[in-house]
């Protein structure tokens, strides 16, 4: 009996020393883990931060990016001293800033641009797409317009001497063209784009049309860029040909244009409605030949609220067609939005007509937008090598808005 309760007392003791043994042995482990300098972790932690890191370069999510580090990028091509300059680096260093109460989330730094006259020129000797129109309907061996379309070419190209284009052409010239590119393929629109940008901008020396932007505001579209904001287009230019221009000229994603819209069709659907047709294997999307809407005036902001979805934040202009977007934008309740109206007011480097740029400031400081003189702000418009051509210009008056 005495040796039973021995045993059990021994076998007690043993297991409690087991026990206490057990204990200390995961003691010094924590203690070694909480011990360890942080230039070294433990096996598993490092596995952690591995995965972690993984996850980290697979994607960034909106947060990381608002707290990167503030951009380098700088404007350029700008005069020195500008203040309107100033005033752009001063608001983009202020709402990229985390520690700002202006501050704009990265997700929410969304910026319109028009681009006729805003991005690019307009007046070499009229709009791009004008210009390309009539080349098209006038003198495309490869193409046969109808007689009502040469006749009303015939006319706007006689506009482009004086400057002054026809009353109501932007409607006009937006049908006939929606005709004139019938049954292309967007690719083939594109590259017809791509070959015009390769001719000379008339009534300058040494500027192509595929050249001819103006390199502050592409310095500008760059810098915003950099600073993490969205640069949206949103110009009258039919969408195609916006998107042909800015993938070669400032390298914009084409889902980032919105423009002038015409009609789509498969090519083999022929007459068949689009709710009743299928689209085929050998299926190719054309143009279909019918104008839907000028995207100008009122119609940008319904389309920027339709394609964005999100109040922008800084809105780029030049003309009457513009003002409705700039309004929406600056009336932006969430955050500081601003407006910024380019004047052309420059006669030595540009067709520009001082009267009209006056007009339109005094527009712009009665609403809270600001201006950028291309005179007065612009060191350089297309390179200090482009001069005007006035051997070509004969009067020189700018487009209407």
Known sequence: MKKTVKTKIIATVLSAITLVSAMGVAGCNKNTAKDTPKNQTSTSSTQKDASSVAQTSDSTSPSDTNNQQPSTAKLEYWTEGSETAKSIEDYVRTVTDPN??????????????????????????????????????????????????????????????????????????????????????????????????????????????????????????????????????????????????????????????????????????????????????????????????????MNKVAVIEQEIGIVPVLALGNSSGDLSMAQYTVQNDKYEGRAYILLCDDTEREYGKPDSAKSLKETCDKNGFYTVSMKNDFATIYGDNVTLDNSKAEEELPLAA
């Open 100 to 297: 700002s109460e202006k501050f704009i989330p990265v997700e929410e730094r969304i910026v319109v641009s028009d681009l006729d006259g805003t991005l690019i020129g307009e007046l070499f000797p009229a709009y791009f797409d004008y210009c390309m129109f009539v080349h098209r309907a006038l003198y495309d061996e490869n193409y046969n317009a109808p007689e009502d379309m040469k006749e009303f070419a015939h006319e706007l190209e006689e506009s482009f001497k004086t400057r002054t284009l026809p009353k109501g052409s932007e409607t006009i010239h937006a049908k006939y063209a929606a005709l004139a590119y019938k049954d292309m393929t967007i690719d083939e629109l594109k590259e017809y784009t791509f070959k015009f940008m390769e001719s000379d901008a008339e009534g300058f020396t040494n500027l192509k049309r595929g050249e001819a932007y103006y390199k502050p505001m592409k310095s500008l579209v760059d810098y915003l860029r950099a600073n993490d904001f969205t640069v949206y287009i949103c110009s009258g230019t039919d969408r195609t040909l916006v998107r042909a221009l800015v993938e070669k000229m400032f390298d914009i994603p084409a889902n980032n244009v919105i423009g002038t819209d015409t009609t789509m069709v498969a090519s083999g659907q022929g007459d068949t409605d689009g709710l009743e047709y299928v689209y085929q294997p050998d299926d190719k999307v054309i143009f279909g030949g019918e104008f839907i809407t000028k995207n100008l005036k």
